[in-house]
């Protein structure tokens, strides 16, 4: 985990000099496009400590050294990852939302 961890954070985009920027620009554009769930702090952490509720992060890869890109989402029962699921079925479970699923497109 430490490794694939390392990857990402060397990952050197000429974009975005600074990792961080380059990994929270990419995670708001998967979630204005509706490719992911919100994820801010305040919405994993209500969705943590809500009763009912799961959440779902995103799982990223690292293309090459200069780009990360979506692999799925990891799912978690509470503070525990419990699952994957791959980058398609996102996009059903996005759909199955009653919140997005008025504004997601195919």
């Known amino acids: 985990m430490r490794e694939k961890l390392k990857k990402v954070l060397n990952v050197k985009n000429v974009e975005s000099p600074l990792v961080s920027d380059y990994i929270g620009d990419l995670l708001y554009s998967l979630k204005d496009n509706m490719l992911i769930p919100d994820p801010s702090l305040e919405v994993v952490m209500s969705d943590i400590f809500d009763e009912g509720l799961d959440t779902a992060l995103p799982?990223?890869?690292?293309?090459?050294?200069?780009?990360?890109?979506?692999?799925?989402?990891?799912?978690?029962?509470?503070?525990?990852?419990t699952g994957k699921i791959d980058a398609d079925q996102t996009l059903r479970l996005l759909l199955m939302d009653k919140k997005k699923s008025k504004t997601s497109t195919i």
């Open 59 to 81: 799982l990223l890869t690292v293309v090459d050294d200069e780009s990360v890109a979506l692999k799925g989402l990891a799912l978690f029962d509470q503070d525990q990852m």
